[in-house]
């Protein structure tokens, strides 16, 4: 069965310490995966995808097929970058979403 | 501004008595989906709209039904509700399928 699996509920690091926020994946096919943030009292926006292969404010994320992973990460946490952050996995053509639970991601000064 | 806007915000109900949420879209989108979520859980899809087709997920209760009278408009409605009914309730467009998912800002259930 397809499923994302994010395993720390909560993530705490130093200001300018390196972030890394784990999702391992299951998927028989060819995983198109993404990374959504939930800022505090914001509503759950597109961070990044893996096809575009792109960094937005600084995180990255890489497609690890041998050991199903999408790990995002961030050389220099900052304290904006504290928010919920959700890893998804789109399911099939019709575009659906399967959601891991998600990583609080904390950043203090 | 385009966005994804869903009313109420927060809406309280009681065991049994029927309620509707609503969703709305400037975005023109063709794709509509509502989403469950539990407290520290996943967003669990439950169905979506592509234009007026409807989409069920196969685990999505037959106590949830939703209607598109319009593009820009998406209902769901919850026939009778439990207890275990009480979440924030998310609507999302897209463009299309396997397109960037815009979501509003939820709308959280309290059922008493």
């Known amino acids: 069965a397809q499923r994302v699996t994010q395993p720390e509920k909560l993530l705490s690091v130093f200001k300018g310490a390196p972030v890394e926020l784990k999702c391992n994946y299951s998927?028989?096919?060819?995983?198109?995966l993404f990374w959504y943030v939930q800022y505090s009292r914001q509503r759950l926006q597109l961070l990044l995808r893996?096809?575009s292969r792109e960094s937005i404010k600084g995180f990255t994320a890489d497609l690890n097929k041998g050991e199903t992973s999408f790990h995002l990460k961030k050389p220099f946490a900052q304290e904006e970058d504290s928010a919920m952050y959700y890893c998804a996995l789109q399911e099939g053509s019709q575009g659906n979403l399967i959601f891991g639970k998600g990583t609080k991601l904390s950043v203090k000064p | 501004d385009a966005m994804v806007i869903q009313n109420p915000r927060y809406q309280v109900t009681q065991f049994g008595k029927p309620v509707t949420l609503s969703c709305s879209q400037t975005l023109n989108h063709n794709v509509m989906y509502w989403y469950q979520q539990k407290s520290s859980q996943a967003p669990k899809l439950l169905f979506h709209?592509?234009?007026?087709?409807?989409?069920n997920e196969a685990d999505t209760p037959d106590n949830f039904q939703s209607r598109r009278p319009n593009t820009s408009f998406c209902f769901l409605d919850i026939r009778s509700p439990g207890l275990g009914d009480a979440a924030m309730y998310l609507c999302?467009?897209?463009?299309?399928?396997?397109?960037?998912?815009?979501f509003g800002p939820g709308t959280r259930l309290t059922v008493t």
């Open positions: 999302a467009t897209s463009r299309a399928s396997g397109y960037e998912q815009y």
């Open positions: 998927y028989s096919g060819s995983p198109e």
């Open positions: 893996h096809i």
């Open positions: 709209y592509y234009d007026k087709d409807f989409n």
